[in-house]
């Protein structure tokens, strides 16, 4: 009963350490290093008083690769070391099971974020709708046009997964 239980906060400690970078990516385009590291420092402590079985092997080498992967499109700045690192040790936390759907889910989210910075009738929509339910401010597509907070992306596909491989 106490690891189903220490089961359930450790993932929902990871998923809320996710929403908060989400947040940070989109109000100030920035992962910090203190959250990256948690969510690795976490995952082994979680990893061995969980309930499931889990291959701690097997998932660093699956996070590993994805950073060894990813590191190429951070140094030729086509992705931001927050999003990379974010990536990666959320793909720890996933492992190779559940790592495919948290990929595939983060790129389908990415891309609908993408179009939405690129299209103007979806930015209309969403002042709209943020205008009618006063919503807080945050920062705009036109105030930072040059990027994209793919941490929210990331963040709902690795919330995803991670509650799918340990909750669900």
């Given at each position: 009963?106490?690891?189903?239980l220490f089961q359930s906060w450790g993932a929902s400690l990871a998923i809320?350490?996710?929403i908060y970078a989400a947040l940070s990516d989109i109000k100030t385009r920035r992962i910090p290093n203190w959250l990256t590291l948690s969510l690795f420092f976490l995952f082994p402590v979680f990893a061995?008083?969980?309930?499931?079985e889990i291959e701690i092997f097997r998932h660093l080498f699956w996070g590993g690769c994805l950073l060894v992967l990813l590191f190429p499109l951070f140094m030729l700045e086509k992705m931001g070391g927050g999003d990379v690192k974010l990536i990666a040790v959320t793909a720890l936390w996933c492992g190779p099971l559940s790592g495919i759907e948290f990929l595939l889910l983060t790129s389908f989210i990415g891309g609908a974020l993408a179009l939405y910075y690129i299209s103007p009738v979806l930015q209309f929509s969403w002042e709209w709708v943020k205008h009618s339910l006063h919503l807080p401010e945050f920062s705009s597509p036109s105030a930072q046009a040059?990027?994209?907070p793919y941490g929210v992306a990331i963040a709902i596909g690795g919330s995803h997964a991670i509650w799918a491989a340990y909750m669900g």
């Open positions: 009963m106490e690891t189903i809320g350490l996710l061995i008083f969980a309930e499931a040059s990027t994209l």
